[in-house]
């Protein structure tokens, strides 16, 4: 385990002394009280410099706010009132300025302006929102945060739901009255850990059985149990190839193990564990240490590149299964942090997405601290359990 705490350790420092003043300098000007004054950046250069951009989404104000309030548990106690500050500013200009006033929920994306960009409902986009009102209340109990996180659920419930597929629209016209995107399983896992940390702070008795119906909802839409896998589409719809994308086989296996209070043992659990099986089996790269994007039906590479959610994600279901399983084969999450050390991180910052030894994308999005944060509370879980 010494291995694995010095990881760790490294992983955190890096995090606290490289990652977070990124985010820190792009925010400064929340400290002002004036959350709607700029909207938030969406990516950085390798030099750490804003990026400019056409447009600036909801999700990732959504996910900077739950970045910055979750950050807050890793670092020095001097620190941690500006980072909860910074969190609930950006909660805030959330709820200000992405609101759709005119129908309800929340817009995808505003221009530069602040006007709106993209008024589309994006199931996504609306889980995302769900997460970061969880955390806000998690944080503060302010009820106003459980009155968003509910009401968008249930515009989601009212407005999204397709009888035909048994599950939920990925996207809807402004007004709800039509369908733009069919369904697809990422934003229906996103919903699922949303309601998931809104039962956890709420410990409301509706919020799980949300999350019960949508594990239903799940497991009979998506999952196939020929393949063994969780697909990126439903499982019947024949009018697209569908696909397997290893990183969300690991993603949901996280998400369903820290839900192990409510769920218990039942055929979503175990599907979800023979997807994560199956995953660590035939979803890698030669090297062993490294996910690809996308595989076949048949776990044949689609697309080779990997990102760097993908190897958080992975690094995140490894470390939640070796707490869990003493039988786990104890070299596989070492070998998986090496590779996202040297593959990914750098003294300035990250690399978000290479293909063999290119380096394919070199932006930082502030999307992907996000999930900085699961894989890192998961490992500090672990090295706690293992002390």
């Not at 929340?106 to 769900?130: C, E, I, M, N, Q």
């Not at 564990?273 to 035939?282: G, I, L, P, V, Y």
């Not at 990102?307 to 994600?313: C, D, P």
């Not at 003493?326 to 593959?343: E, G, I, S, Y």
Request: hydrophobic share 40%; glycine share 6%; net charge negative.
């Amino acid at each position: 385990m010494l291995n694995v705490d010095a990881q760790i350790s490294r992983l955190q420092d890096w995090m606290r002394d490289v990652m977070l003043p990124l985010w820190l300098r792009q925010s400064e000007h929340l400290d002002s009280g004036v959350s709607n004054s700029e909207l938030v950046c969406e990516a950085l250069d390798e030099r750490g410099k804003p990026l400019s951009a056409a447009f600036h989404r909801t999700l990732v104000c959504a996910r900077q706010s739950f970045f910055f309030l979750r950050m807050a548990g890793f670092v020095p106690e001097a620190l941690v009132e500006t980072l909860k500050l910074r969190g609930l500013a950006f909660l805030d200009q959330l709820l200000e300025r992405y609101a759709d006033r005119d129908h309800g929920g929340f817009v995808r994306s505003l221009k530069p302006d602040g006007s709106v960009h993209d008024g589309d409902k994006d199931l996504y986009t609306l889980a995302f929102v769900v997460l970061a009102c969880a955390e806000g209340h998690r944080h503060t109990k302010a009820a106003r945060y459980l009155d968003v996180a509910n009401g968008v659920l249930t515009l989601v419930d009212e407005g999204f739901w397709s009888p035909s597929h048994g599950a939920f629209h990925s996207v809807m016209s402004r007004d709800l009255s039509s369908s733009h995107v069919s369904p697809a399983q990422n934003p229906h896992m996103h919903l699922f850990e949303a309601i998931s940390a809104l039962w956890e702070t709420s410990r409301d008795s509706g919020h799980a059985e949300q999350l019960k119906r949508l594990a239903s909802v799940v497991d009979s839409c998506f999952f196939d149990p020929e393949i063994g896998a969780v697909l990126e589409l439903p499982r019947n719809d024949q009018s697209v190839p569908n696909r397997i994308e290893p990183g969300h086989q690991f993603e949901w296996f996280s998400l369903v193990s820290e839900r192990a209070d409510l769920l218990g043992t039942s055929e979503f659990t175990a599907h979800i564990r023979q997807a994560f099986e199956a995953a660590n089996r035939r979803g890698l790269d030669a090297s062993g240490c490294l996910v690809p994007l996308t595989k076949t039906t048949g776990w044949q590479t689609v697309d080779a590149s990997n990102r760097i959610w993908t190897q958080l994600e992975w690094i995140r279901a490894l470390a939640m299964d070796r707490r869990s399983d003493a039988l786990a084969d104890p070299t596989v999450l070492p070998a998986a942090l090496d590779a996202l050390f040297k593959t990914f991180l750098r003294e300035y910052g990250w690399i978000e997405m290479v293909e063999g030894d290119k380096v394919v994308r070199s932006e930082m999005p502030a999307s992907t601290p996000y999930h900085f944060m699961g894989c890192a509370d998961e490992l500090r879980r672990l090295a706690a359990a293992q002390r």
